[in-house]
């Protein structure tokens, strides 16, 4: 488990005390991408404290950054572009039309708007990290050390950019820093001008950045205790510094080769003094083969795959991967299905009933909060197959296959599968999977073959005999068609083609046993009435 291979390494570097940090801008709805940073962070943790490692688990959002980049619900909120994105008003209520939005008065502003909704996704999901804002810590002195150093050893830093990035851009005008003009309230469009070791003569530059325009104040102010912030570069190792920071992975487009992460690297072991913390790249997390952006409101949030997945099943889909594996995730189809059989299969071997270390490790770190009870956990294609059969009492049907009376994490267990079933059913599943018991023997049945019909008269005979589970039954039928000598195709489309007008369908074994076997007796013979 690649949690366990990380935690291992790290330990050979340092035994701890660790601390532990991950962050993210609230310029919008944050998207489910950046739910896998959270939670990689949180196991990383997790695991950390099993080793009764002193471990201190931090998240911050970066809500002193400006505002470059415009919302496309929000057009109003063009004159605020530049701004610190925590001295922006909350967006009105019903933004985006989405529903169940708080009003704008619960949240202070912008930033916490959307840091709140992205934090309260987060903590259903079982990370509870301390949080922390980086405009308190500007405004409180926390990062006066590092604006400091980026001023007092500016050349030295400008030096270790161009080194680093090779960049060519990086004149004698340039400083690491964003004085916050006292005119227009802008932080992204300023220019340092010049640095006295007490304050810093700065102007608003109209012309700065094409996102914004500077109101073209000049001014001399202290840049300390929220006077200005770092750029994001020089914020980092300045965060690192400050918080105490040992571990942190980030997203592989900060860690390319002279990039964001190189350049952080460098100026905290030239500058700050001090190593940079233990680090691990992660790809992206795909949803419908889409790389998500929050500024531009691109790809689902973060919210939304509470929408679709149960919490336990959404933390095993970004868990269960390796970092460096890339994650899509699309709703539609089988996908859901297909990830409660992995997800099952993960806690299986957790309770010890079949032999997998890997996945009972990928089990033990999708659990939200304590532990996940044994229990029965029927197959999710299974319940959803019996919610669309007419007078079927699932409980009884799956009490029925278990062979025992359910437990009371049985029943809970069940309840959350038959939710999300009638979710999948209803959004997210492929023609194939849906189906419907026909009143009447659908026409189709006139075409079956003599042997399908015999096939069909040789259960009818299984069925009047004795009561069947769906496995046995199951098991029956496979015995039978190759008895008459049918392929699967025929044999189980003849099944289909009486009961519900169509070549395929679920389980045959279990939907025939599932049904009241009167019924199921009756419109078999009458599709076998011509059998030889």
Same mark, same amino acid.
Request: hydrophobic letters at 40%.
């Given at each position: 488990?690649?949690?366990?291979?990380?935690?291992?390494?790290?330990?050979?570097?340092?035994?701890?005390?660790?601390?532990?940090?991950?962050?993210?801008?609230?310029?919008?709805?944050?998207?489910?991408?950046?739910?896998?940073?959270?939670?990689?962070?949180?196991?990383?943790?997790?695991?950390?404290?099993? *080793?009764?490692?002193?471990?201190?688990?931090?998240?911050?959002?970066?809500?002193?950054?400006?505002?470059?980049?415009?919302?496309?619900?929000?057009?109003?909120?063009?004159?605020?572009?530049?701004?610190?994105?925590?001295?922006?008003?909350?967006?009105?209520?019903?933004?985006?039309?989405?529903?169940?939005?708080?009003?704008?008065?619960?949240?202070?502003?912008?930033?916490?708007?959307?840091?709140?909704?992205?934090?309260?996704?987060?903590?259903?999901?079982?990370?509870?990290?301390?949080?922390?804002?980086?405009?308190?810590?500007?405004?409180?002195?926390?990062?006066?050390?590092?604006?400091?150093?980026?001023?007092?050893?500016?050349?030295?830093?400008?030096?270790?950019?161009?080194?680093?990035?090779?960049?060519?851009?990086?004149?004698?005008?340039?400083?690491?820093?964003?004085?916050?003009?006292?005119?227009?309230?802008?932080?992204?469009?300023?220019?340092?001008?010049?640095?006295?070791?007490?304050?810093?003569?700065?102007?608003?530059?109209?012309? $700065?950045?094409?996102?914004?325009?500077?109101?073209?104040?000049?001014?001399?102010?202290?840049?300390?205790?929220?006077?200005? *912030?770092?750029?994001?570069?020089?914020?980092? #190792? @300045?965060?690192?510094?400050?918080?105490?920071?040992?571990?942190?992975?980030?997203?592989?487009?900060?860690?390319?080769?002279?990039?964001?992460?190189?350049?952080?690297?460098?100026?905290?072991?030239?500058?700050?003094?001090?190593?940079?913390?233990?680090?691990?790249?992660?790809?992206?997390?795909?949803?419908?083969?889409?790389?998500?952006?929050?500024? $531009?409101?691109?790809?689902?949030?973060?919210?939304?795959?509470?929408?679709?997945?149960?919490?336990?099943?959404?933390?095993?889909?970004?868990?269960?991967?390796?970092?460096?594996?890339?994650?899509?995730?699309?709703?539609?189809?089988?996908?859901?299905?297909?990830?409660?059989?992995?997800?099952?299969?993960?806690?299986?071997?957790?309770?010890?009933?079949?032999?997998?270390?890997?996945?009972?490790?990928?089990?033990?770190?999708?659990?939200?909060?304590?532990?996940?009870?044994?229990?029965?956990?029927?197959?999710?294609?299974?319940?959803?197959?019996?919610?669309?059969?007419?007078?079927?009492?699932?409980?009884?049907?799956?009490?029925?296959?278990?062979?025992? #009376?359910?437990?009371?994490?049985?029943?809970?267990?069940?309840? &959350?599968?038959?939710?999300?079933?009638?979710?999948?059913?209803?959004?997210? @599943?492929?023609?194939?999977?849906?189906?419907?018991?026909?009143?009447?023997?659908?026409?189709?049945?006139?075409?079956?073959?003599?042997?399908?019909?015999?096939?069909?008269?040789?259960?009818?005979?299984?069925?009047?005999?004795?009561?069947?589970?769906?496995?046995?039954?199951?098991?029956?039928?496979?015995?039978?068609?190759?008895?008459?000598?049918?392929?699967? &195709?025929?044999?189980?489309?003849?099944?289909?083609?009486?009961?519900?007008? $169509?070549?395929?369908? #679920?389980?045959?074994?279990?939907?025939?046993?599932?049904?009241?076997?009167?019924?199921?007796?009756?419109?078999?013979?009458?599709?076998?009435?011509?059998?030889?």
């Amino acid at each position: 488990m690649w949690v366990d291979l990380l935690v291992e390494n790290l330990l050979k570097r340092s035994p701890g005390p660790h601390v532990i940090n991950d962050a993210k801008t609230p310029s919008g709805h944050v998207t489910v991408a950046h739910l896998r940073g959270v939670l990689m962070h949180e196991c990383i943790s997790r695991a950390l404290r099993d *080793k009764d490692v002193e471990t201190t688990f931090l998240y911050g959002f970066d809500d002193y950054d400006p505002m470059d980049d415009l919302p496309p619900s929000l057009p109003d909120y063009a004159r605020y572009m530049g701004m610190p994105l925590a001295e922006i008003p909350a967006p009105p209520e019903g933004v985006d039309g989405a529903p169940g939005r708080r009003p704008a008065a619960a949240a202070p502003n912008y930033a916490r708007y959307f840091a709140d909704e992205f934090e309260a996704v987060f903590t259903r999901l079982g990370a509870h990290p301390r949080i922390y804002r980086t405009s308190e810590m500007y405004r409180a002195g926390g990062f006066d050390r590092g604006i400091r150093l980026a001023l007092d050893r500016v050349a030295e830093i400008r030096e270790i950019w161009r080194e680093v990035t090779s960049s060519k851009r990086i004149d004698e005008n340039w400083w690491p820093v964003q004085v916050l003009c006292e005119r227009c309230g802008r932080i992204g469009t300023t220019n340092i001008l010049a640095w006295d070791g007490d304050e810093v003569e700065y102007v608003c530059a109209p012309d $700065k950045v094409t996102w914004a325009q500077g109101c073209g104040h000049r001014g001399r102010r202290s840049p300390f205790r929220g006077g200005a *912030k770092l750029l994001y570069r020089m914020e980092w #190792p @300045a965060k690192w510094d400050a918080l105490g920071v040992t571990v942190e992975g980030a997203g592989k487009d900060h860690m390319t080769r002279g990039g964001t992460h190189d350049v952080a690297v460098a100026l905290s072991e030239r500058i700050f003094g001090r190593p940079a913390p233990y680090a691990f790249a992660y790809e992206f997390l795909l949803y419908g083969g889409k790389k998500m952006s929050t500024s $531009k409101a691109v790809g689902a949030t973060a919210r939304e795959i509470l929408e679709v997945l149960r919490e336990e099943l959404a933390r095993f889909l970004i868990v269960r991967p390796h970092p460096r594996k890339q994650v899509e995730f699309d709703p539609y189809g089988d996908t859901i299905p297909n990830l409660y059989d992995e997800y099952d299969r993960a806690a299986a071997a957790y309770f010890g009933e079949i032999a997998n270390e890997d996945l009972a490790r990928t089990f033990y770190f999708s659990r939200v909060d304590g532990e996940q009870p044994r229990c029965s956990r029927p197959r999710f294609s299974k319940v959803a197959q019996l919610m669309q059969i007419p007078s079927v009492d699932i409980f009884e049907a799956i009490e029925r296959d278990k062979g025992a #009376p359910l437990t009371d994490a049985d029943r809970a267990e069940l309840a &959350r599968r038959i939710e999300d079933a009638r979710r999948w059913l209803a959004a997210y @599943a492929p023609d194939t999977a849906k189906f419907e018991i026909r009143p009447a023997l659908p026409e189709g049945a006139a075409t079956l073959s003599a042997a399908q019909r015999q096939y069909l008269a040789r259960i009818a005979d299984a069925l009047a005999a004795r009561r069947w589970t769906g496995e046995e039954l199951h098991t029956h039928l496979h015995a039978l068609k190759a008895e008459l000598g049918l392929g699967p &195709r025929e044999a189980f489309g003849a099944i289909y083609q009486a009961l519900l007008g $169509k070549d395929s369908g #679920p389980q045959a074994g279990w939907l025939l046993a599932a049904l009241d076997p009167r019924f199921v007796q009756a419109r078999l013979r009458e599709a076998a009435r011509d059998a030889a």
